[in-house]
């Protein structure tokens, strides 16, 4: 064979191979949509389908503005739009797709979607006999393909002997997002419920004989790093299969790693008989020498996993997988440690909602997303509170972040919820099994009475979880500052939401809770899971208490208390080796369309506005203590008028001391805060009028200033200077 000839046979071979691999194709576009109330008259039902429909694409939701903005035309308890709304979709299958399977995978739809196909006209008789929806059929024409419930997973279905090859389809997405006490969330208070499909869909072909793709919408392939050190590593390769042929077929399963530059660090094949009966699985053990460790934000190096099934040279099937080789370990007492080596755990939250989209996001929005949460310097994300876009993750993988990833059982108890539960659990772990970047599994989150349920419940969870995936930590959550709670320890990790001066007590008292768990619970995993103040960028205050002022009416949220509250959280965190990692909430403002704690839908203990166009104090005041880029920050620029004359001055600098300059002239005495970024210049005496505040520090021969500017007038009407409550005695509620 001559050279050219070789070349052209090895083009051919590698064509045929990737015309028998599968195929990923989005299905986003050109999609129609209707929202209801509609008619509950059976006889009327058919004009559902008739009229106008508006044209969309993927993802998208209904609740885009209504739940995010106060509509005096709904009563209180119709605040915005839950209920029925129909998405619909044609599209022409390729006749050479005739003898393979077909699968629609949605991403997100929320909450509760049924996904029929091809509208087919019936007899008049059996009209008749149709007209009523009976379970199979909506308006006797739409054949049903499967349901889903819980809007926050993926799933998928197949549509293989459903579809018409080589002619026009119908595709029709029934989807409902009202609260019902049989799938969590059961109610819209902690955050919305998003209705639509707001994450993409696509089709998926493969051949008869393929890795399961239908596997609680799974890749198919799970890594287990069942030993991992810089010198050696032991992973776990599960293959799972199907064969949909009529007879067993004789295959390869082929597992290759990839170095980032291309190269090949081991392959591993394996041959086996896949039998046409059920799903199979395959084990590989896979040894590899001198790992490069994935260390987290420090170096996110990942392999590439890639798994076939190939027959007669030919590869029937292929899937895609990132491998981050890392060991996760939280001491009792000491922190976490990434690879045996102590890791510093800078965590925040996140909700996937955002000003004018609602959940429906896009990876721009996701991206933004995770370029600020880096710029504060965060090392750990809490994905809160529950299951998130897959390139959220994926990216977690790439960039760094170690993730808390958790399913929507929150806020309330209904005792209906546990077979839907379970089934969010098992999606969440199958889902996301081989993202590097996850270290624990959420089981839920302030859920309480009734205690005995809840214990068994929360019990039932962390089996499960441990039986899915025996290598990462389980957690549970109480909204109450005591460690022993009735309902508490079922997992191993307890983690605490509290909000010390915000919903009960004043600031301070974080002190003495976090030094009295230190003596009591040395031996617990306690993780400080979420605490913050709100912050409505247009309240500003000049002296602010102890106390927030979260039951005030009219609604009054001062920035700088949520400022105050921070700065003495983080330094009290920041002593107390107790806490193995700690959340602040939350990065993000976010919509509670029925709470009544605001004018607006809102929950504004963001540290960055819903529009994400606004950085709060707060955020400045973790990038200083976090970040290794230079940070120098004055405070409280938003409080322009003043009525104080004398008034501390604070700058937050990771640079060392800076120098304070009052119209130009240098003020030098400063004492610290409550961190070794926090600077206070007291007794500063403001002149009538304008007054500039610069402040300016270098470090490596660079320079950094800031300034700002401040208006005093004695009796100032525009300023607010009065301080804030004395003590709150009331409870957090989950807000």
């Not at 022993?484 to 004043?506: E, L, R, S, T």
Request: hydrophobic share 35%.
């Amino acid at each position: 064979m001559n050279f050219k000839a070789f070349i052209t046979l090895t083009f051919l071979t590698i064509i045929t191979s990737i015309v028998f691999a599968r195929e990923v194709i989005p299905f986003n576009k050109d999609w129609a949509f209707k929202k209801g109330p509609f008619t509950t008259d059976v006889l009327q039902y058919g004009n559902i389908f008739s009229g106008n429909w508006q044209a969309i694409t993927v993802p998208h939701t209904w609740n885009a503005k209504d739940m995010q903005v106060r509509n005096d035309r709904f009563t209180s308890n119709e605040k915005f739009y839950v209920g029925d709304a129909y998405y619909r979709k044609t599209f022409i299958p390729l006749s050479s797709w005739d003898g393979k399977r077909i699968f629609i995978k949605f991403e997100g739809v929320n909450t509760n979607a049924e996904v029929y196909i091809n509208n087919t006209p019936l007899s008049a008789k059996k009209e008749k006999e149709n007209l009523s929806y009976d379970g199979s059929r909506v308006n006797g024409n739409y054949q049903i393909v499967g349901r889903h419930q819980g809007g926050y997973a993926a799933f998928v279905l197949e549509l293989t002997n459903m579809l018409k090859y080589g002619i026009e389809n119908e595709i029709l997405v029934k989807v409902n997002n009202e609260a019902t006490p049989q799938v969590i969330p059961v109610n819209h208070t902690l955050f919305p419920m998003y209705g639509g499909i707001y994450r993409p869909v696509e089709l998926i072909v493969t051949e008869k004989v393929n890795i399961a793709v239908s596997d609680y919408a799974s890749s198919g392939l799970f890594i287990s790093q069942k030993e991992v050190d810089k010198k050696n590593a032991l992973i776990s390769l599960k293959v799972k299969l199907e064969n949909k042929n009529h007879d067993a077929k004789n295959i390869q399963v082929v597992s290759t790693i990839y170095e980032r530059n291309g190269n090949v660090k081991t392959k591993q094949s394996t041959a086996y008989k896949l039998l046409p009966q059920g799903r199979q699985e395959v084990i590989q053990d896979v040894f590899i020498k001198n790992p490069h460790l994935w260390q987290g934000l420090d170096d996110p190096y990942l392999y590439k996993v890639v798994t076939q099934v190939v027959a007669d040279n030919n590869i029937l099937d292929e899937v895609v997988q990132p491998l981050g080789l890392r060991k996760f370990e939280l001491r009792t007492g000491e922190g976490f440690f990434l690879n045996d080596i102590k890791y510093p755990m800078y965590g925040v939250t996140r909700h996937q909602d955002r000003w004018g989209k609602g959940s429906a996001l896009s990876n721009a929005d996701h991206d933004e997303d995770l370029a600020i949460i880096k710029e504060i310097g965060a090392t750990t994300i809490r994905l809160a509170h529950y299951q998130q876009s897959d390139y959220f993750y994926s990216k977690c993988d790439s960039i760094g972040f170690i993730v808390w990833a958790e399913i929507p059982f929150v806020n309330r108890v209904t005792t209906l919820e546990e077979a839907n539960a379970k089934q969010q659990l098992t999606e969440l772990i199958r889902q996301n099994y081989n993202h590097p970047a996850i270290y624990i599994w959420g089981l839920h989150n302030e859920v309480y009475t009734p205690n005995a349920y809840t214990i068994e419940l929360t019990t039932k969870l962390n089996d499960l979880a441990k039986t899915e995936d025996p290598y990462r930590y389980t957690a549970q959550v109480s909204g109450y500052n005591v460690i022993d709670h009735a309902v508490n320890n079922n997992a191993d990790v307890q983690g605490i939401n509290h909000y010390f001066g915000w919903y009960n007590g004043v600031i301070r008292d974080v002190d003495k809770w976090a030094d009295q768990i230190s003596k009591d619970f040395k031996d617990y995993k306690i993780i400080f899971s979420e605490y913050g103040a709100e912050a409505n960028l247009s309240h500003q205050q000049e002296i602010v208490g102890d106390v927030g002022n979260q039951w005030a009416n009219p609604a009054f949220f001062p920035e700088e208390f949520s400022t105050k509250f921070h700065e003495i959280h983080w330094g009290t965190i920041k002593k107390h080796p107790i806490f193995l990692a700690s959340y602040l909430w939350n990065t993000f403002d976010f919509a509670t369309p029925i709470t009544a704690l605001n004018v607006e839908p809102r929950n504004f203990k963001g540290l960055v506005t819903f529009d994400r166009k606004l950085k709060k104090d707060p955020f400045y005041w973790y990038k200083a203590n976090w970040s290794k880029e230079p940070v120098l920050y004055l405070t409280q620029r938003r409080v322009v008028e003043r009525a104080n004359e004398i008034t501390p001055v604070t700058v937050y600098s990771n640079i060392g001391p800076p120098s304070l300059f009052v119209n130009g002239i240098e003020i030098k005495n400063f004492v610290m805060g409550e961190t070794d970024v926090h600077y206070i210049f007291q007794d500063i005496k403001l002149k009538e009028g304008d007054n500039i505040i610069e402040v300016k520090a270098s470090k490596g021969g660079k320079q950094l200033e800031d300034k700002i500017s401040w208006h005093y007038v004695k009796n100032n009407p525009k300023a607010i200077s009065k301080d804030g409550p004395k003590d709150n005695k009331s409870e957090h509620i989950g807000l």
